[in-house]
């Protein structure tokens, strides 16, 4: 399977879908389902690192790229989840060009960053037998960061010509928190920075990812020019069918 950056320079939207459940046996459901990535959250869904690998193997042999969110920007972070195995890392709650580059060098081992060497012990060079990985790993990793507040849009320019920043997400839940519109994404001053967001970035040349809040609004963002989109939850589709089902029967 080629990389999430390779494939998103094909310049097909890629459609995604949002996992929480920190189940393998969800997961594999909806690899199934031919979506283009699947997005392992572990900043707001129950996941430890052995239930990110469990389903992260669960989805191995399917075409969706496995995506994981980390919880934060810490490096150490970084470094197990890319030792597991995941190659494309979305790192929320980016605000400056400064974070940025901390983050990519995270994401790179010496000279081009500070990320730890386990490579004999590390499933992503299959257990040391890659002997190439050490010095192609930096070509096989997205790194992806999350543009979600008045400050990341602010500093958005300079995020975008970031070296080794290969894509930007906009989360528009927090995004709209931090405008003062809390559990309101559809504000218009909210939908505005989207739009504004989506036009700097692809100015930049690179990339824009956003979730979106529908199916008609999946196809609003397609129409402006994101180029990752993701349709939802599992947590959603398993809430809103269960629902469904039950309100059939009064």
Known sequence: ????????????????????????????????????????????????????????????????????????????????????????????????????????????????????VASATSRASGFGADATYLATAHEKVTVIVQIESRAGLDALDDIAATPGIDALFIGPADLAASLGHLG????????????????????????????ALSPDDAHLRIAQGFSFISLGTDIGLLSNSARNLRAGFA
């Open 1 to 116: 399977m080629s990389n999430f950056k390779a494939r998103l320079a094909e310049g097909k939207p890629l459609l995604g879908l949002w996992q929480s459940l920190a189940s393998p046996y969800t997961a594999e459901i909806c690899a199934r389902a031919g979506f283009d990535w699947l997005l392992f959250d572990g900043e707001h869904a129950p996941n430890s690192l052995p239930l990110l690998l469990a389903q992260l193997q669960a989805v191995t042999p399917f075409a969706a790229t496995p995506i994981a969110r980390t919880p934060n920007d810490d490096p150490a972070i970084i470094k197990q989840y890319l030792d597991i195995g995941f190659a494309t890392l979305l790192v929320p709650m980016v605000e400056s060009s400064d974070q940025a580059a901390r983050i990519v060098s995270a994401a790179r081992f010496p000279p081009r960053g500070i990320r730890g």
């Open 184 to 211: 309101n994404p559809r504000h218009e001053e909210v939908q505005a920075a989207i739009l504004g967001a989506v036009q700097r970035i692809k100015q930049a040349n690179k990339p824009a990812g956003i979730f």
